[in-house]
């Protein structure tokens, strides 16, 4: 190896002329030195895709001593649920539940608040906030456990190799004994409508408008679909839910639907849906107009 690196050395110190010598070389710049490496670089383990899956897999594989490297094409580690996800809807349900409170409860508890105003601009900011501090603790796991970040797109060369189109530009190629495809998902598209994120949208626009919709359908009644509708009653009371089976809560709560939708700790407290989730009947369902 030492014979095979010799004419590349000699080259540079020919290029340094009479002020080459041993003080000199140490002293070429990185660039220099690493332009003669061309060949992919070699791990035991490549994760492509750094949602919880991979960047939880990347960081234990580390730790079990093998070499790791993580491809991730957004930027910012964490995946859907970190960024676009579960933490910044949290933050949204959270901070327009004390806005909520504020209007509707603080008062009769003997808090009375006046002059109260919603800041879209600022709430979104404070969630934005909070996903960079997790990003960025994640991204500390991986330089403390020793995993390489590539932020880039993969795309397999064969079964043991994967080409990185850089974020920053160029690509790199990256070779690994095991593959680990933990890329996540995509929303599904829905037939007849174009997503634009501006009026049809998906969860993702959905935690990032710059203003309260004053009217908003939301198609889907799972997690985050009832996440959306519980934010925007909180701040505008409008939104209407379509989901399959028209159910806002739980199949084994059908029996008590009506009584948790006259509670006053049920967040959807006079938007009517859960009415019209106990019955079974398609014939019975409102019918609803975007």
Known sequence: MQKAMLPATRSVLR????????ANLRRTPQWQIRSYASEAKDYDVIFVGGGVAGYV???KASQEGLKTAC?????????????????????????????????????K??????D???????????KDESVAGLTKGVEFLFKKNGVDYVKGTGAFVNEHEVRVNLIDGGETQL???????????????FPGLEIDEKKVITSTGAIAL???????LVIGGGIIGLEMVSMRLRLSRNPTNCGPGFCMVPTRLRGYCRRISRSDWWP??????CEASTEDSHETRPKVQA
């Not at 649920?81 to 004390?98: A, D, T, Y």
């Not at 710059?210 to 908003?216: G, S």
């Open 175 to 189: 070779k690994g004994k095991n593959i680990v495809i933990a890329t996540g998902s995509e929303t599904t598209p």
């Open 57 to 59: 897999g990347a960081i």
């Open 109 to 114: 508890r003997g808090i009375e608040v006046a």
């Open 71 to 107: 491809v991730e094409k957004r930027g910012m580690l964490g995946g859907t649920c970190l960024n676009v996800g579960c933490i910044p809807s949290k933050s949204l349900l959270n901070n327009s539940h004390l806005y909520h409170q504020i209007l509707h409860d603080t008062k």
């Open 15 to 22: 290029s340094l002329g009479s002020r080459a010598g041993p």
């Open 210 to 216: 710059e203003e309260v919709p004053k009217k908003m």
């Open 116 to 126: 109260v105003k919603l800041n879209l601009k600022q709430m979104m900011k404070a």
């Open 268 to 273: 959807w407290h006079g938007c009517g849906n």
